[in-house]
């Protein structure tokens, strides 16, 4: 039990995998990763659901270099409160291998985030998912897109799957790119014709809106490989594999049995066969993810 008494802890990452028997091309990303702490420095949300042991940046590049992986998108946690200041330093530490996609608030100014921007910020995320905290208010989205209009930023989306029906005619209308994470939170077992699938699906035919293949572990039951994932993904491939990037995910926050927490190499090895054409994997992992940035020349 962590210090604040009623949070429970979380679990840490496993160990670094073995090196994966694909090895991917230069210039690929990882959409997906936080880095935590530590918290006599960057201290915790007090309103958090759960503590997680620190989640340094060594620890994440040691993973993208197992994984052949150039490139990553350090993202805001709830875990972390408001502040910004762990994901703008990591950038600071290795700028050229990271951006960072940052939470703001009402309190933000179109100053803030040209100076944000300045500092590798490329996307801001509302992370709105009960399960990790965090609720939705769309007065502070719509005020947010004002002070990032002409940047070129992307939003990201954190919710609860059985949430996205409703969600649905509010994110198609969304002036900007979207990038929904963890495959929506669906249930993969719920099937394809579930309301929140096809919801998925009818935003995924949309040309802003782009899709995370990430969190698998966390919508689907069926680790390592898992296959129950297949259906959607390749339904998500045919509409939308030039919007589609992919994330590790890493350190899996929230995760409290030892034998549940994700398997890093598994993860990357599910990509490769849930994505078998490799072209389209490395769409997803070098130029969806340059588009979506509007880096292209970022090749190594």
């Known amino acids: 039990m962590s210090a604040a008494g009623s949070i429970p802890d979380c679990l840490g990452p496993r160990p670094l995998p073995p090196a994966p028997r694909w090895t991917p091309p230069r210039g690929c990303w990882d959409t997906q990763c936080h880095v935590l702490g530590p918290q006599s420095r960057h201290p915790y949300s007090p309103q958090r659901h759960y503590t997680p042991p620190p989640a340094l940046l060594a620890g994440y590049l040691a993973l993208a270099d ?66 990790h905290g965090g609720r939705l208010d769309t007065s502070v989205v719509d005020h947010v897109l004002r002070c990032i209009d002409g940047l070129g930023w992307f939003v990201q989306l954190h919710f609860a799957g059985a949430d996205l029906p409703a969600l649905q005619p509010w994110i198609a209308g969304l002036p ?60 998500l491939l045919a509409v939308a594999a030039d919007r589609m990037t ?29 994505v078998p054409v490799e072209g389209q994997r490395i769409g997803l992992l070098r130029d969806n993810p340059r588009r979506l940035l509007g880096l292209p020349g970022w090749g190594g």
């Open 66 to 131: 197992r994984l052949g992986l150039d490139h990553a998108m350090v993202v805001h946690a709830n875990t972390q409160g408001p502040g910004n200041d762990v994901y703008l330093e990591a950038v600071a530490q290795a700028p050229q291998r990271l951006v960072a996609v940052v939470r703001l608030d009402a309190a933000c100014t179109k100053a803030q985030a040209r100076a944000l921007h300045e500092e590798g910020v490329r996307g801001v995320r509302f992370a709105f998912n009960p399960q």
């Open 176 to 235: 900007v790119p979207v990038l929904i994470d963890h495959l929506g939170r669906v249930d993969i077992d719920a099937g394809l014709d579930a309301a929140p699938q096809r919801a998925l699906l009818a935003l995924a035919e949309r040309p802003q809106v782009w899709v995370k293949l990430s969190g698998v572990d966390r919508v689907c039951s069926d680790a390592p490989g898992y296959a129950r994932a297949a259906p959607l993904v390749q339904r």
């Open 246 to 274: 992919w994330g590790s995910d890493w350190p899996h926050t929230g995760y409290f049995d030892a034998d549940a927490m994700p398997d890093d190499g598994a993860l990357f090895e599910a990509l490769c066969s849930l």
